[in-house]
């Protein structure tokens, strides 16, 4: 066995070590159940595994009195973690988190907006993705590789969860905002060769929502870490291009909504802005909602609890563009 191949297996091996969590067992009360199952998407290497192979790597970050507030700066085994809802209605979500390219901030149990769609009866599946700083041969479409499979693997085991194939959303967050428009414009490029029957499926989304989300690769609007963690340090005009999502969305774009905070001064408003029109000039669905202040990473809660407009919004935009999920949801 190669060296790169025995690391990669110590990787899922300490992985599966690790205190995974059942989906299996619901709330007896009918609310959403906070555990969720934790699986690799692919069946064996991922795609373009280094000469190396990558050591994963899982830190805590700032939020002390959340023990499950990880950072992954290095990721060899895509996963993704599911959050069944107690009474599934056939709808899922697929969630990105962000982290610039340079990690992906998200934790080992369900997030809060994960737990509040399967309180709605909206199966959520959240991302682990790998990133192109650990030399994968995709490079920038390394990411992008791991959504297309992940849409894919949801659909593929869709009776499992209870789940309608053609009824399955993504939703993402600053770099993961990039990462869901990119599966939005993309999801029919051939970014890697097929590995089993799962990969005869669409990866398309029936709708997406991009939230204070990186978009464009060409400066001074790119987030520079963004840029430099997917494109490298001196990427060419014609790549930067190539990256900005506005600037290639095709008529199978799935509809968009777009969602930022005016004082965003991490991720430039101007990113949902270009995203917008570039959705106008190709007449694809999209709504866009600016708020005055918020920041980055503006709260997805209200103080006691209540989803806050980012998430209810979705839910309606989506309910109207044939996202089918119940009625308390939109």
Same mark, same amino acid.
């Given at each position: 066995?190669?060296?790169?191949?025995? #690391?990669?297996?110590? /990787?899922?091996? $300490?992985?599966? $070590? &690790? @205190?995974?969590?059942?989906?299996? &067992?619901? &709330?007896?009360?009918?609310?959403?159940? %906070?555990?969720?199952?934790?699986?690799?998407?692919?069946? *064996? /290497?991922?795609?373009?595994?280094?000469? !190396? !192979?990558?050591?994963?790597?899982?830190?805590?970050?700032?939020?002390?009195?959340?023990?499950?507030?990880? $950072?992954?700066?290095?990721?060899? %085994?895509?996963?993704?973690?599911?959050?069944p809802a107690a009474r599934p209605t056939g709808a899922a979500v697929l969630t990105m988190p962000g982290g610039g390219y340079a990690r992906v901030a998200m934790g080992t149990k369900p997030s809060a907006t994960s737990r509040w769609f399967a309180s709605q009866g909206v199966t959520a599946f959240e991302l682990l993705y790998r990133l192109p700083h650990d030399g994968w041969t995709g490079g920038p479409d390394t990411p992008l590789q791991d959504a297309q499979r992940a849409m894919r693997v949801i659909r593929a085991n869709a009776a499992k969860w209870g789940v309608d194939p053609a009824n399955v959303a993504a939703i993402g967050f600053s770099a993961g905002?990039?990462?869901?428009? /990119?599966?939005?414009?993309?999801? *029919?490029?051939?970014v890697y060769e097929p590995v089993d029957a799962a990969d005869a499926?669409?990866?398309?989304?029936?709708?997406? *929502?991009?939230?204070?989300?990186? %978009?464009?690769?060409?400066?001074?609007?790119?987030?520079? #870490?963004?840029? /430099?963690?997917?494109? !490298? $340090?001196?990427?060419?005009?014609?790549?930067?291009?190539?990256?900005?999502?506005?600037?290639?969305? @095709?008529? =199978? =774009? @799935?509809p968009i909504l777009l969602g930022h905070a005016a004082d965003d001064t991490v991720v430039d408003c101007g990113n949902s802005l270009a995203m917008f029109e570039g959705c106008r000039a190709a007449k694809i669905p999209s709504e866009l909602f600016v708020i005055e202040k918020g920041g980055h990473g503006a709260p997805l809660f209200e103080p006691d609890g209540r989803a806050g407009v980012w998430l209810t919004r979705f839910a309606r935009f989506g309910a109207r563009h044939g996202w089918k999920i119940p009625s308390d949801g939109a």
């Open positions: 066995m190669s060296s790169d191949r025995r #690391q990669f297996l110590g /990787s899922l091996t $300490a992985l599966a $070590a &690790a @205190p995974l969590l059942s989906g299996r &067992a619901l &709330a007896a009360s009918g609310e959403s159940v %906070v555990t969720g199952e934790r699986f690799p998407i692919w069946p *064996g /290497s991922p795609p373009g595994l280094p000469k !190396g !192979g990558v050591t994963e790597e899982r830190v805590l970050r700032s939020n002390k009195s959340n023990p499950d507030d990880f $950072a992954w700066p290095h990721v060899a %085994v895509p996963m993704l973690t599911v959050c905002g990039h990462l869901c428009g /990119s599966l939005a414009t993309r999801a *029919g490029v051939k499926l669409d990866a398309r989304p029936i709708v997406a *929502g991009m939230f204070f989300p990186v %978009v464009s690769m060409v400066p001074p609007l790119a987030h520079a #870490q963004s840029r /430099s963690e997917l494109l !490298g $340090a001196n990427p060419s005009e014609e790549l930067s291009r190539r990256y900005s999502v506005n600037l290639d969305v @095709p008529a =199978t =774009t @799935p």
